[in-house]
């Protein structure tokens, strides 16, 4: 399945069952940074994610670090979910709201989740479920999105698992646009959104090390302006197609910057 914005296919076809070797020429997603502001916005979350690579701690340390973003990126995703709760209540394990507990175990596990991403997202979207909405719903609705949802979402699987020039940030946007916009399992939606647009960045490149917290950045911009982007994603005009990208990008930009905090945490000690 496809869909048109000013002249961009996204996502690419539905079914594709191997991505080929290179792009087709010309990249169907190409168009994207000529949006307003986009290939800007993109230039820039690409600056602050080098910035926090090239952090001395990187060298040897940068699995603490990566331990805790994912612990302020549970806590960030659970609170765009209208569950806000102290990092240090969620660092002592004194939180027990499923929507807490379910954006943890989702975040623990993306490590484990990266070598079959983009092979079989499909899969991995099916488990997030499972983590995100275990205490949410009945056990039998654990993992399968719903019928109306699938010929969209395997226009997504062809988006995850194909290939692009396109920088890593914007695919990373699309992704998560597309998973919130959509809402596939109708629970635990935007949490399993924002997992697999953090995935799309760690496996395509942007931050390899998932030491960046993405999630961190969309709360710090605020709740009603992830809502504002997000629906001007979902209505496809050009305007809110780039808004909700550069949108992502900032997010980004902070998420990088929450990075590079603890970094400086984890070297005080």
């Given at each position: 399945?496809?869909?048109?914005v000013?002249g961009?296919?996204?996502?690419?076809r539905?079914?594709a069952a191997?991505p080929a070797?290179?792009?087709?020429?010309p990249d169907?997603l190409?168009?994207?940074?000529?949006?307003?502001g986009v290939?800007?916005?993109?230039?820039?979350?690409?600056?602050a994610?080098?910035r926090?690579?090239?952090?001395?701690?990187?060298?040897?340390r940068s699995?603490?670090v990566s331990?805790?973003?994912?612990l302020?990126?549970?806590?960030a995703s659970?609170?765009?979910e209208?569950v806000?709760?102290p990092?240090a209540?969620l660092?002592?394990g004194?939180?027990?709201?499923?929507?807490?507990?379910g954006s943890l175990?989702?975040?623990v596990?993306?490590?484990s989740m990266t070598?079959?991403w983009?092979?079989?997202?499909g899969q991995v979207?099916?488990?997030?479920?499972?983590?995100?909405?275990?205490?949410?719903?009945?056990?039998?609705?654990?993992?399968?999105p719903?019928?109306q949802a699938g010929?969209r979402l395997?226009?997504?699987?062809?988006?995850?698992t194909?290939?692009?020039?396109?920088?890593?940030?914007?695919?990373?946007?699309?992704?998560h646009?597309?998973?919130?916009a959509l809402a596939p399992?109708?629970s635990a939606?935007?949490?399993?959104?924002?997992?697999?647009?953090?995935?799309?960045?760690i496996?395509?490149?942007?931050?390899?090390?998932?030491?960046?917290v993405?999630e961190?950045?969309?709360a710090e911009?605020?709740r009603?302006?992830y809502?504002r982007?997000l629906?001007?994603?979902?209505s496809?005009?050009?305007?809110?197609?780039?808004?909700?990208?550069?949108?992502c990008c900032?997010?980004t930009e902070h998420?990088?910057?929450e990075?590079?905090?603890i970094?400086?945490?984890?070297?005080r000690?």
């Amino acid at each position: 399945m496809a869909r048109t914005v000013d002249g961009v296919t996204i996502p690419v076809r539905p079914g594709a069952a191997r991505p080929a070797p290179r792009p087709a020429a010309p990249d169907p997603l190409a168009p994207l940074l000529d949006l307003p502001g986009v290939r800007e916005a993109a230039g820039a979350s690409r600056v602050a994610i080098d910035r926090l690579l090239a952090h001395r701690l990187m060298r040897n340390r940068s699995a603490e670090v990566s331990a805790e973003s994912a612990l302020r990126g549970a806590r960030a995703s659970a609170a765009l979910e209208g569950v806000d709760v102290p990092l240090a209540d969620l660092r002592a394990g004194s939180v027990g709201d499923p929507v807490v507990q379910g954006s943890l175990r989702v975040s623990v596990a993306l490590g484990s989740m990266t070598e079959t991403w983009r092979r079989a997202p499909g899969q991995v979207l099916a488990r997030l479920h499972v983590l995100a909405a275990a205490d949410l719903v009945d056990r039998s609705e654990l993992g399968r999105p719903s019928a109306q949802a699938g010929p969209r979402l395997s226009g997504l699987f062809g988006l995850v698992t194909g290939e692009t020039t396109v920088p890593a940030v914007l695919v990373s946007a699309l992704v998560h646009g597309e998973l919130a916009a959509l809402a596939p399992f109708g629970s635990a939606d935007g949490v399993i959104a924002r997992a697999a647009g953090r995935l799309t960045g760690i496996t395509r490149g942007l931050d390899p090390k998932a030491v960046s917290v993405p999630e961190v950045g969309f709360a710090e911009l605020g709740r009603e302006a992830y809502a504002r982007a997000l629906a001007g994603y979902a209505s496809m005009a050009p305007d809110g197609v780039a808004g909700w990208l550069v949108h992502c990008c900032r997010a980004t930009e902070h998420g990088a910057l929450e990075g590079l905090a603890i970094c400086e945490a984890v070297l005080r000690g």
